[in-house]
Structures are given as structure tokens and as C-alpha cells.
């Protein structure tokens, strides 16, 4: 969940629903970054002051995980002045994992940053999170798969996010976690609830993006209660909502939130 764009009300609406742990990915934040050391006051930002806010807003506890996310890799220089300081927050102690990363227009820009940061979080054992791209979806996974094959990093530790029903195919051929990201333009509960019938719930996650665009931090709850109203069972609605994404990433040695 992207709670740096949220209110603290919302941590609050959150907690209500269920919600006591949120992972924060880095992210594009609404407009295209000019100077690196931008990042550097954003990561600060999400790792210092967000953390403590959800803490104090409804005693959520808050993770992150750091990125060079792909819009704005297409920045090189900039781009490398970031890449190279990744690694000291990486180190951090709520820092989790590396993400979000991935492709947006698929540039060689884009899989330059993409690679070196996947070494990274191989180099360290850490999770990855995948931000597959917005257009020529398919395409886009089935590089991305390519890549993860190329660099032949730990697949177990990477979800691939924001799947659809054109690319679930391509995901499930991997031993990556596979991610569902409920926001409108990128997958609807109904039809993410759908997959998961056909497909099963191993490895199987929903999550929200809750960003600064029409969307809900209470996606992922407001999932959970559209399962159980459709005849799940609970043990299944709670693999996919709670213990699945617990696992995941609690292969980060940082990870220390317990169900």
C-alpha cells in the first residue's frame, strides 16, 4: 500500500478492517523526479516518518521496501546516481525487500536498472517485488520472466505484481509469488477472485496499491469479505489475504511483524 499518498485517517479505516501490517513499495509518485537526491528525501521519508505514522495513526505496523522504480530509470544519470545509493538503505532495519521494479515502457534504460537491482536483492536475500507494465502487458511479462531466468536469481523471493487474466498464464510458469494489485485500470476483486479459482492459491496475493488515483486501502479487506460471501472458505481467504503474503516476505531477515 502506497500510505505516503493516504491520510491518517485512512490507516484508521484500515485498522478497522483488519489490516495491522502494510508493505510500502517505493514508487512513481505522481510526477517525474528531476534531481536524485529527491529519492533520497522520499526513501527517508517512507522509512522514517510514514513508519512512525502508521504507528501512531492506528498502531499499523509499517514496512518498505526501496526501489528505482521504471518510469524514471529512463533518467540515466540521475538514474545511476540512485542506483548506486540503493544499497545503503537496503540496510535499513524496516526495509524489507527491493521494489517496485520492473518495466513501464520496457526501454533498455529500464532493464539495465531492473537487472542490477535484482542482483542486489540476490546479493542480500531479500524479496523483489515486479511491477509489470501498463501497456503490451504480455509482452512485458514474458521479458520480465526472460530477465529473472538470464540473471538466474532466487525466483521464491520475487512476486510478480499487478497480473491479469492475459498474464497469469505466463506468471504461473515460474516459481514466483504472484501478485494482484485491486485498483481500477489493473484487476477488479470479482475477476482476481475468478483466477484464483481457476489457478488455485499457492503463492497466490492480493494487494492494493492505495495511491494518490481513484483507489481504496480497504481493497484488500473489501476482497477478503467478497471471497467469504462466495462461499469460500475461510482458511483459503486467509492464505491469500494474510498467510501467503506473511510468508513472503518473511524471507527478509527485517521482517519481524508475527501472526
Known amino acids: 500500500m502506497h500510505m505516503v499518498s493516504r491520510s491518517t485517517n485512512d490507516y484508521e479505516r484500515a485498522r478497522l478492517a483488519g489490516v495491522e501490517c502494510c508493505i510500502e513499495p517505493a514508487f512513481w509518485s505522481g510526477t517525474d523526479k528531476q534531481n ?40 540515466e544519470e540521475m538514474a545511476e546516481r540512485v542506483l548506486d545509493r540503493i544499497p545503503d538503505y537496503l540496510d535499513r532495519d524496516n526495509v524489507v525487500g527491493v521494489g517496485e521494479i520492473g518495466f513501464d515502457q520496457g526501454t533498455e534504460a529500464e532493464e539495465y536498472a531492473f537487472r542490477r537491482q535484482l542482483r542486489m536483492a540476490e546479493e542480500r536475500e531479500l524479496p523483489v517485488i515486479i511491477h509489470t507494465p501498463h501497456t503490451d502487458k504480455p509482452e512485458g511479462t514474458k521479458r520480465i520472466v526472460d530477465i529473472i531466468e538470464d540473471e538466474d536469481v532466487t525466483q521464491e523471493r520475487i512476486v510478480i505484481d499487478h497480473n491479469t487474466e492475459n498474464t497469469i498464464d505466463i ?82 531477515p527485517n521482517f519481524t511483524y508475527e501472526i
Not at 52 to 68: F, K, M, N, P, S
Not at 206 to 215: H, I, L
Request: hydrophobic residues 35%; proline residues 5%.
Open 36 to 75: 536524485a537526491g529527491s529519492f533520497f528525501d522520499y526513501f527517508e521519508q517512507i522509512i522514517d516518518f510514514e513508519t512512525r505514522r502508521a504507528e501512531r495513526a492506528a498502531g499499523v505496523d509499517h514496512y518498505v521496501t526501496i526501489g528505482l522504480e521504471p518510469k524514471e530509470a529512463n533518467y
Open 171 to 252: 506468471s504461473t510458469q515460474t516459481d514466483c509469488w504472484i501478485g494482484f494489485t485491486l485498483y481500477p485500470g489493473k484487476i477488479d476483486a470479482d475477476t482476481a477472485i475468478d483466477l484464483l479459482e481457476e489457478h488455485g492459491t499457492d503463492k497466490m496475493l492480493f494487494n492494493s496499491a492505495a495511491d494518490w488515483d481513484p483507489s481504496d486501502p480497504l481493497a484488500v479487506p473489501k476482497a477478503r469479505d467478497k471471497m467469504l460471501d462466495r462461499g469460500w472458505d475461510r482458511e483459503d481467504v486467509r492464505k491469500v489475504v494474510l498467510e501467503n503474503p506473511y510468508d513472503f516476505f518473511d524471507q527478509s
